[in-house]
Nanobody
Framework: QVQLVQSGGGLVQAGGSLRLSCAAS????????MGWYRQAPGKQRELVAA???????NYAESLKGRFTISRDNVKRMVYLQMNSLKPEDTAVYYC??????????????WGQGTQVTVSS
């Protein structure tokens, strides 16, 4: 029905950069808010950044200035540019989208997750 497919991630040294991508496809009437979350082992999943269909963004306070979220409404994609990475950024990163699939139905969908590992 609706799929979110992620790409990017991997292993990077502290201070390096990575760019994550997420593409939405399927039975989509409208893609509303999109965002990125992350979860480290033994920790709760937390919001990294979110962006509305109009481009309004919000970030976890501790990540402001290092991470940038953006989207392409034509391609139905959302991106996360991660700069000045720190070991504490190591986690599985998930994209999320609120999608209207019909005139009456709206649901949240999740990507498969991608590992980001930052070495010191």
């Amino acid at each position: 029905q609706v799929q979110l497919v992620q790409s990017g991630g991997g292993l990077v040294q502290a201070g390096g950069s990575l760019r994550l991508s997420c593409a939405a496809s399927g039975s989509i009437f409208r893609v509303n808010d999109m965002g990125w979350y992350r979860q480290a082992p033994g920790k709760q999943r937390e919001l990294v950044a979110a962006i509305t269909s109009a481009g309004i963004t919000n970030y976890a306070e501790s990540l402001k200035g290092r991470f940038t979220i953006s989207r392409d409404n034509v391609k139905r994609m959302v991106y996360l540019q991660m700069n000045s990475l720190k070991p504490e950024d190591t986690a599985v990163y998930y994209c999320n989208a609120n999608v209207r699939t019909t005139l009456l139905h709206t649901n949240d969908y999740w990507g498969q997750g991608t590992q980001v590992t930052v070495s010191s």
